[in-house]
């Protein structure tokens, strides 16, 4: 089994540079820390102060899952829960 190399210390700063078509290729360092692989699904989230997480997304992601309930209360009216009460 591969050893992961010991992450460096807290608020070191990785950088990529962007293709033509926008693509980057994320850090080993930080590949290594999210555990991903080839084919894994990530995650970006905008903070209000420009700062940008990344994190690997997973089956059941429960940040991912209440950040899109909070996109959902347009339908939570009582003509909505008439409507779809049978569904």
């Known amino acids: 089994m591969r050893r992961l190399r010991k992450p460096r210390r807290p608020g070191h700063r990785y950088s990529a540079r962007l293709t033509k078509k926008y693509q980057a290729t994320i850090p080993k360092e930080i ?3 999210l555990h991903l692989k080839g084919g ?3 995650q970006y989230e ?3 102060d420009n700062t940008v997480v990344v994190r690997k997304t997973g089956p ?3 940040d991912y899952l209440e950040a899109l309930n909070s996109t959902m209360s347009e339908w939570e009216s009582d003509d ?3 409507a779809y009460k049978n569904l």
């Open 31 to 33: 590949r290594e820390h």
């Open 46 to 48: 905008l903070l209000p």
């Open 60 to 62: 059941l992601d429960l």
């Open 80 to 82: 909505d829960e008439q």
């Open 40 to 42: 894994d699904e990530i």
